[in-house]
């Protein structure tokens, strides 16, 4: 039962996410996802045709605008990278509408798959000559090593997410503490500087 759970649990973490969208002439459309280190991606996309309509252009990029994949002019076609670092990449398309054009908006059909169920087990056991219950195994390991990852960075999260916690605390703690401190000195001042006032005016002894 609990190899059956952690069994559902990898598929949840392992993505496949499929959208269907349009698109405008002049305009980029884009899709942003995060992934961890070390992690395959793989895309397949789909342009609806138009005749003389002009060309869709389609761009990947991470974070820091580094091109992972690029394209002029793209029908239908796949792509695949792996994540040196914990980071989001963007997919883009852009249609360079023609004079011509008749239609209004083209429709674009993507599929983004992560981790395990972006590798293709099937080639992987050919090429390896491993039969099925072997390649059943391998897909088995490959889940459990992305549960062991997950939590693994899942715990790193809630370290860096307590040390955050316990460094404000500390902060506002100094802060508290300084505030007091300024509001008694202020407080002691007025008293000294209106008893010398007083005594001035003769109004106390």
Not at 20 to 33: A, E, H, M, P
Not at 112 to 117: A, Q
């Amino acid at each position: 039962m609990l190899s059956f759970q952690l069994f559902v649990f990898a598929l949840a973490l392992s993505t496949v996410r499929g959208i269907s969208f349009f698109i405008v002439g002049g305009q980029k459309r884009c899709l942003k996802d995060e992934v961890h280190k070390n992690v395959l991606v793989t895309g397949q996309y789909h342009v609806l045709e138009e005749q003389n309509s002009g060309k869709v252009n389609l761009v990947v990029t991470d974070a820091k605008s580094y091109v992972l994949y690029s394209k002029e002019d793209v029908s239908s076609g796949k792509f695949a990278f792996t994540t040196e670092d914990y980071d989001q990449f963007e997919v883009c398309f852009t249609w360079e509408k023609s004079d011509s054009a008749v239609v209004q908006f083209r429709e674009v059909g993507l599929e983004l798959k992560h981790g395990v169920e972006a590798k293709n087990y099937e080639e992987t056991g050919k090429a390896e000559k491993l039969k099925p219950m072997e390649i059943e195994l391998r897909r088995l390991e490959d889940l459990s090593e992305s549960i062991v990852n997950d939590f693994a960075y899942m715990k790193e999260r809630e370290e860096y997410m307590r040390d955050t916690n316990e460094s404000t605390n500390s902060r506002v703690l100094y802060f508290s503490v300084f505030s007091m401190c300024c509001l008694f000195g202020l407080a002691t001042w007025q008293v000294l500087y209106l008893r010398k006032y007083f005594k001035s005016k003769k109004l106390i002894d």
